[in-house]
């Protein structure tokens, strides 16, 4: 549920006074989850497996948030609109917030119309917008779903390293969204703010979805021009000395959903390619997933993702270059209302040819080991 304030403001000051109604609306999400995991390893022995842990995880299914929406009617049409959405943990009260930023989740303002939209500021990018729908877990789970971690993004600190893209999101970007029937067009730039060079660092991408019952289709590219593609220093590796472009980075992506009746199907492939100094960096990622929805409350989804990651730029945690994780996940929810939900969840990895890549927490990684997990978590949509 969403509360809104409606807020009136009384424009013109000269011979006439133009009323323009405002509503502002309050979201969120809270999602906690207890998960037990075999084979933990962490820093900075990522090689060698300590043991199981049970741990309370955040935003495990669906990530917390806390955000503020807001449209203005500008009369014939038009509308101003904004987005402030930042990321909490309620595990500790604190802010999901490792680049010290308050909204790091969104924080855009921009136009609607007949036409589309247009949003300026930090947001989603256009290719995860466009994946999402297409997605084996359609973009939930991200502690396991390495389709989060294929999107294009630009390198945020705080953000998982080795894809470049882990925040699936741009700063200074300018991003058109269409929707004409069934299709639906996004289109972004984002700028890179470099002096002396207006490209450096700079993004641009189109995404494009067809949706036609049952069916949906789509496919997205994004190149970015040379820059810092992975920064030195993270708190994991305090001795990584980063990666620097040398060239672009581009990334693309296509798939399908079949949605018909209980079922849900859905198939996609996304890569990722950096000319990097040192070498070239390739990740390529597969996935397929079904879900059964038993009952309006009761769903059931399966899923199965394959990353390979290929590079000569990381020879002190990849002597070999080729690292491979196959991740298979089942998750149940039960939805005890519209807005509360009980989800329980397996998944398996296995990491190969050291492997250490592809998902949201370092800790829960291994290099070249098998790791399964079971958890069980609730997630309050307000």
């Known amino acids: 549920m969403k509360e809104s304030i409606s807020v009136v403001a009384i424009l013109g000051t000269f011979t006439g006074a133009a009323c323009a109604q405002t509503t502002i609306s309050v ?27 049970t741990a309370m995880v955040t935003g495990y299914d669906y990530i917390n948030r806390l955000g503020f929406r807001g449209v203005e009617d500008l009369g014939g049409g038009l509308n101003a609109r904004f987005n402030l959405e930042a990321g909490f943990v309620p595990d500790t009260g604190s802010l999901d917030n490792a680049a010290g930023r308050l909204f790091n989740r969104s924080a855009t303002v921009g136009f609607g119309g007949p036409w589309g939209t247009v949003d300026i500021g930090h947001q989603y990018s256009a290719g995860y917008k466009t994946m999402a729908p297409y997605d084996a877990l359609s973009a939930r789970l991200p502690a396991v779903n ?11 600190p705080g953000c998982r390293p080795i894809t470049a893209g882990a925040c699936a999101r741009f700063d200074n970007d300018i991003q058109y969204t269409g ?3 069934g299709l639906t067009l996004r289109a972004e730039y984002a700028f890179g703010e470099a002096p002396g060079s207006e490209k450096t660092g700079s993004a641009a991408g189109i995404g494009v979805n067809y949706a036609q019952s049952p069916f949906l ?18 708190p994991a590796f305090p001795n990584y000395p980063g990666i620097a472009l040398d060239a672009d980075k581009i990334d693309y992506s296509f798939g399908g959903a079949y949605n018909r009746g209980p079922w849900r199907l859905a198939v996609g492939y996304a890569e990722h390619k950096a000319d990097t100094i040192g070498g070239d960096t390739t990740i390529k990622g597969g996935w397929a997933g079904v879900t059964y929805h038993f009952s309006p409350a009761f769903s059931l989804t399966g899923a199965y993702y394959r990353v390979k990651l290929s590079t000569v730029a990381l020879p002190v945690f990849r002597p070999d270059g080729k690292e491979k994780v196959d991740v298979g996940v089942l998750v149940a929810r039960y939805a005890l209302s519209k807005r509360t939900s009980l989800y329980a969840e397996l ?35 307000f």
């Open 347 to 381: 998944d398996r990895s296995d990491w190969s040819n050291g492997a250490n890549f592809a998902r949201k927490t370092n800790a829960a990684e291994g290099l070249g080991v098998t790791q399964g997990a079971v958890a069980i978590g609730i997630t309050h949509l």
């Open 27 to 53: 979201y969120g999400s809270v999602d906690l989850a207890v998960r037990h995991q075999t084979n933990v390893v962490a820093p900075p022995d990522l090689g060698t497996p300590v043991g199981s842990a």
């Open 179 to 181: 929707v004409f029937g």
């Open 146 to 156: 390495p389709t989060v971690f294929l999107a294009p993004g630009g390198t945020t």
């Open 217 to 234: 289709i789509g496919a997205t590219y994004t190149k970015q021009k040379a820059g810092n593609a992975i920064p030195p220093n993270l």
